[in-house]
């Protein structure tokens, strides 16, 4: 089992920055890749990041060259760099982990999600 926990959410205008993590728990030893999804109002979960446990990163056309997904192993957090926020960014953030067990069995984890307000 793994939990994890997001913070760093908040209310930002447009143009600012913010840096959202992810503390993940548990078995997170097991984990092997890592991302933020995020889901706007009246809108569908949308993959904005990922990053594999060795580093290799993938990014929405939308948010390319703004965001910058990260990870630390060794604390087993993970970290979403928001740079020149737009409003379309406003969203609840949720951090995903997906852990593959020896016998094959992929196990997929969400955190509660974080509030992230772009407004003027």
């Known amino acids: 089992q793994v939990q994890l926990e997001e913070s760093g959410g908040g209310l930002v205008q447009p143009g600012g920055s913010l840096r959202l993590s992810c503390a993940a728990s548990g078995s997170a030893g097991s984990i092997r890749n890592m991302a933020w999804y995020r889901q706007g109002p009246g809108k569908l979960r949308e993959l904005v990041a990922s990053i594999t446990s060795g580093g290799t990163t993938n990014y929405a056309d939308s948010v390319k060259g703004r965001f910058t997904i990260s990870r630390d192993n060794a604390k087993h957090m993970a970290y979403l760099q928001m740079n020149s926020l737009k409003l379309e960014d406003t969203a609840v953030y949720l951090c995903?982990?997906?852990?593959?067990?020896?016998?094959?069995?992929?196990?997929?984890?969400w955190g509660q999600g974080t509030q992230v307000t772009v407004s003027s």
């Open positions: 995903h982990a997906d852990v593959l067990t020896t016998s094959r069995t992929l196990y997929l984890y």
